[in-house]
């Protein structure tokens, strides 16, 4: 008499998979891309306002005129074209005199993290990130069994007492500070201009490596945003972008500038990772910033977001019940919502889903399932009507639910135990 | 006699209901099963485009994969019944009795079939009479621990078994975020045990129990659906006399809510081999992990062949 568990593999995973499942939360984010569903779920660009008969063109081109080399293998660091033409963008955001020698181009910002991850995490080690910080990192630390500790924030960002605390708590097993410091995923916030300064202090005094993640400074609403750390000190920083937000997250294109000692360990693990970035992708991103506007694209897309933006605050401020708090963002892509005391808003989603309306809660982006009281609100894919919307019936669920609070009392929540992950949306979420 | 090979069939998987990740896993394996044995066969959402779709190009029958209310609560099986579409499965009336625990639970009941004691409450009567009051009685009445459930609805979702009193109102909130109702049911401590059931014109047939063992104890969403994290047992680890009951009650269970085709009957065993049905379902999951495929399997019937029989019963009772 046997049984059976639908997985004979169970036994022979590795430790660092064990918690890896399906989740409630997961499933109603299965209901959350249909279009009856508002969806401020997703961290989706408005692909469409890009100029695509022209890119089709483009990339036709590519194959048909480069096609031996755009086709083929390329390079582990990546093309030195690429390369370049990296450099100059950085230069934009006023990272001066970098060398394209230092640069490694990854599959997005992503596999940048896994790169630095695989680099410096031993398992035990410590990583500090903001709290809430982005999930996918979390997925990346937890992946290289790393603990995540928290470091707190507010309007201005990361609160370096904070960060000094948590630097002395770790007890020297802190292997590098993790942060967004600009227009920050998912709290919308920037580290201030002055904290700015005093964090790479603090860091520098501690010996603790910053990898700095900056997918959004380029899509500033009212001012350009405050100077990269890496702008501000050469060494001990690793600084990760991408061009999934200045141009098609689909290409999948991102990069890490890194210590120049480091490069070159960087470049051996990636071509154990991938062999190569795609060489069709660089060349498609390549030659999209040589041939095309693409800075006036980036002003469009930062026209379109400002407005969502504006859309979406202004239905918070008339929609929201009271006791409710939320980002002013200046860039980016997402408001961070704190609900009235009591709320709880992993709990809430199904009353969402069933109203049509989806959100990531805030556990979704601490590693120790914390997060309850907020939830990431994203303005960048749906229209302003649309947004309205969103906010609409997401204030009538919440009045529900504060409805309901008020006759139970208040109830105890149920902290995540497995990864982040099991409550974030895949990334084909729009 | 109709040859089921010639048949059209349209599965429908997906929708708007918190199952709707389970559906189009349940529907794509269907799918596979009807195309295995030869079957022409398609798949597609139960959305604005389902009605223009089906006068267009009528199928000869649909398979109904979708889980939640407009798989289960008989709704969408009037709405095909009005297209005059034939469907596997049970009819809508007898869906919507099923889908509705605290109804399905009344009927077992009057027919004399056991099923654990309990109350169905609207939130609304929380906030009338004073939840600290209801609940007090309800754990008074009923006894710790308790397993509380949305009235409507599967996978899981929403329950949760309490067993402090203090842990009650977070069960009920967990609760009424899936449905307004809930059920609040003595909890019957014993072996979690599923019976499929076929009806391929013989008369309703008992295939062998499964039995469910979660790792972690709780048979919650991610028990269900993340391969690894529970043991089945085909068939379940019980005396033959026993098996025999399980399957007699399961059986009686199908009957009284005038089920048709297949269901699924769930039910507790308890230490003196007593079976309690907990609930029936109209549209079983058919996933690589759901119990009625494993059950099939066990009792030695292909998947595929069995689908295909019940597609050619529908299109022959549809034109009977």
Redesign the interface.
Known sequence: ???????D??DRYARRVRG?????I???F??AS?P??VSLAGGSPYIAALPLDAVGEMLGKLAAEQGTTSLQYGIGQGTIDLRERICEVMSLSGIDGASPDDVVVTVGGQQALDLIARLFLDPGDVVLAEGPTYVGALGVFQAAQAQVRHVAIDADGLIPAALEEAIVAAQGRAKFLYTIPTYQNPAGVTLSEARREEVLDICERHRLLVVEDDPYGMLSFEHDAPRPLRARRREGVFYVSTFSKTFAPGLRVGWVLAPHAVREKLVMANEAAILCPSAFAQAAVTQYLSTMPWREQVKVYREIYRERRDALLSALQDLMPPGTSWTNPAGGLFVWATLPEGLDSK?????A?AA?VAYVPGTGFYADGTGGSNMRLNFSFSSPERLREGVRRLSGVMEQ?L???????A????RRR?PAAADAPGPDLA | MIDSMDLQVLVLAGGLSYERDVSLRSGRRVLDALRAVGLTASMRDADATLLPYLEADPPDAVVIALHGATGEDGSLRGVLDLCGVPYVGCSSRASRLAWDKPSAKSMLREAGIATPEWVALPHDRFSELGAVAVLDRIAERLGLPLMVKPAQGGSGLGAAVVKEAADLPAAMVGCFAYDSTALVERFVPGADVAVSIVDLGDGPQALPAVEIVARNGVYDYAARYTAGLTTWHTPARLAPEVAASVAAAALAAHNALGLRDLSRVDLIVDAAGQPHVLGVNVSPGMTETSLLPLAVQAGGLDFGKLLAGLVGQAVARASA
Do not use: C, K, W
Not at chain 1, 347 to 351: K, S, V
């Open positions: 008499m046997t049984g059976t568990t639908q997985d593999y169970t890896m499942t399906t989740s409630e997961r499933a109603l299965a209901v249909r009856e569903v709990a809430m989603m199904p009353r889903i049509r639910e409805a309901l609070r008020a006759v139970f009392g109830t105890p929540t149920h497995g």
